[in-house]
């Protein structure tokens, strides 16, 4: 069996606490109750833009200087920001369970993106995983001629993919030096600006109660923003990506604990599928099994 390095160790323990801070999100989001996504949205990465602030200030962290990584840091905070939305949207109108699943979508497609991004190949055993997976998420979503009235599961899967290419930018960003801290805040205040107009012009006015749920949002968003961030730049994502399914867990339990959620029998057998198909991700990559007859290469490249 092989020993894990330091740096997979501090990169397995980043994305579980990553895991578990955005459940704490996204169940603090729910407690806040009907408001628009917009809103919610922007008080998410208001709270995490002073957060990332602190930071900076404290570590004297500036932006690397690097022209190229502009586009890459603007393509990550607009459509980081959409993958935002849509699971806030999802988070509002599905079991809490549900909506995490869906969002968890972005490991697969982040492989994907980052064929584009970054030149990774992917392999057709991995593109075989990811479909699978995905058809795995059609038992959640349940795409009827109803889902164009009732969007929701919809805008989960879109927030899942738009997250997927947001992680590929970060790595992006990673290759090309920029520092953590400073793409959390750049998306951070990217967003807020962006979503700005909205809370000004559909404004709902909030009870020291949801505001104060949408403060410990913001807290737990950046606490999550930050540590999958350390996650992917102390260890490759091929190598600790599965570990970020153990948001399913904390979800599930607290959708049962705070909301009495139970998903019905087909949402599980998507979530048995997508752990399974990210289980089976993390061990072809790392080559602990060998598919399609070849030797699995993947581990030491």
Do not use: W
Request: hydrophobic share 55%.
């Amino acid at each position: 069996m092989a020993v894990l390095n330091s740096g997979k160790k501090k990169g397995i323990f980043y994305i579980v606490c990553s895991a578990f801070f955005f459940a704490l999100m996204l169940m603090f989001v729910r407690l806040a109750g009907d408001l628009p996504s917009m809103e919610k949205a922007f008080f998410r990465n208001f709270v995490a833009m002073f957060f990332a602030l602190f930071v900076l200030i404290k570590d004297k962290i500036r932006f690397s200087g690097k022209k190229e990584n502009i586009k890459y840091l603007v393509l990550r905070s607009a459509i980081g920001m959409g993958g935002i939305i849509g699971n806030f949207y999802a988070v509002d109108h599905l079991v809490l369970s549900d909506a995490s699943i869906l969002n968890k979508m972005s490991p697969f497609f982040a492989i994907v993106f980052s064929f584009f991004l970054v030149k990774e190949k992917v392999k057709p055993i991995q593109m075989a995983i990811i479909t699978t997976a995905f058809l795995g998420s059609m038992l959640v979503v349940k795409p009827s001629a109803e889902i164009f009235q009732n969007p929701a599961s919809l805008a989960g899967l879109m927030g899942g993919i738009c997250a997927g290419f947001a992680y590929a930018c970060v790595r992006k960003l990673g290759e090309n030096g920029e520092k953590g801290p400073f793409v959390v805040f750049f998306f951070s205040a990217f967003s807020s600006l962006c979503l700005l107009p909205f809370l000004i012009f559909d404004y709902h006015p909030m009870t020291l109660q949801q505001i104060t749920y949408l403060l410990l949002a913001g807290l737990s968003a950046a606490g999550g923003q930050f540590t999958i961030t350390a996650a992917y730049f102390h260890a490759p994502a091929r190598e600790i990506s599965v570990y970020d399914y153990s948001q399913l867990i904390f979800t599930a339990l607290l959708g049962f604990f705070v909301f009495d959620q139970i998903p019905d029998l087909l949402s599980v057998i998507g979530y048995i599928i997508i752990v399974a198909m990210a289980i089976l991700m993390f061990l072809y990559n790392n080559g602990h099994i060998k598919l399609g007859g070849k030797k699995n290469e993947s581990a030491t490249n």
